[in-house]
């Protein structure tokens, strides 16, 4: 009986499978913290004169939009717009990512394209609350969340392997100002594919706005505020993702003291993603079975040591050899909470449920790329290596939570 409800929902499942590849290939190529335009960016303002600080502050603005994701999610389980939940929505967003990023192209300094960054920004994030919303509830129905999961980010990172390939060498061959413009060109067009999908693959039952329709949603969402686990899966997310961050100083490191390549920085983009890739396919061939202490410890484990590892960088190859490492550990971490988090969100409220843990994720984020900036400037004198110690050891911190999420019965 189990075998024939599984063929009976094969096609669902594929249909699903192939939309989640295409929005989170589209999500990769066009967000600006990591996708095509982040490098050029980058380079751009660091010639303009951009101290790193500077650079993660102007960066850090374009998160707000992924902190307040539970508003986008309560939009869209309230209120249908043209008679769908999910669909409308996302066909909207990719529109405004897709004039945003046009505006860009047309612009040339960071004042007069920073309203265009920022509503590419908004953009994204309502789509990505829109399909954790879907996740959530065809993880419910076909019970395949961790699948769902592994093929959400699977395809985030060949997209983000690919932008950042493309990137460094549009910074390497072009000017600054024509690798950005080029780079936002790219991200413009990526969104039309998520236009000409979402029809043809999402299949959604219309909803309308009335009194026991919007009582329903409210005992969902209310339910969701009282939960305890997940209020602890929360407060797992934000410790897991606050541990000081690196990235821009990184950046600096490798440019003025390892001298690396603008291209060669790039690959090493590419590189890490391909780490995030050989992550989410060796979760779905060895890990997918693994119960959630385990998967949760593993993850803490392989998070600090690689995190730890880039004390280790110190040329072009031990550079390649950490950053594939820390995208393997960062995926296999992203799919074991993200799954965890899936799982725990409430009947009706999964927009809303499903955002406010990312935004809790993505406030941990925004506070650790801020601090570690902070940090590396004037608490360390410009030195990388404290800064690592300090983030592999507070990625170490969230293991004290790790007991009670284990032992939780999910609803």
Known sequence: MAADTDREHQPAVSRLMLFFAI?????????????????????????EGWTPLQVTAYFGALNLPWVIKPVFGLVSDFVPLFGYRRTSYLILASTCAAVGYAGIA????????????????????????LCGALLAENARTFQQSS????????????????????????????????ALTA?????AVAPIAVILATPLLLEEARSKVDRETFRVTLTGIVAALRSRPLWLVAAFLFLYAFAPGFGTPLYYYMTDRLQFSQTYIGTLGSIAAAGWIAGALLHRWLLRRMSAGPLLCLSIVLGTASAASFLLLTDETSAAIVNFANGLAQMIATIASLTLAAQHCPRRAEGFAFAGLMSVSNLADICSINVGAFLYEHVFDSRLAPLIVVS????????????????????
């Open 23 to 47: 929005v989170y290939v589209v999500e990769g190529i066009g967000q600006a913290r990591v996708g095509i335009i982040l490098q050029p960016l980058t380079s751009f303002l660091k010639l």
């Open 106 to 129: 047309l612009l040339e300094r960071p004042s007069e394209f920073a309203l265009f960054l920022l509503l590419t920004s908004y953009a994204m994030a309502t789509a990505s609350t």
């Open 147 to 178: 699948l769902f999961v592994g093929q959400q980010w699977l395809w985030f990172y060949v997209a983000i392997m690919l932008s950042a390939f493309v990137g460094g060498e549009l910074v390497e061959h072009l000017s600054a100002s024509a």
């Open 183 to 187: 780079a936002a060109a790219v991200a």
């Open 392 to 411: 592999a050891a507070t990625t170490a911190v969230a293991a004290v939570l790790v007991p009670w999420l284990a032992r939780r019965r999910l609803p």
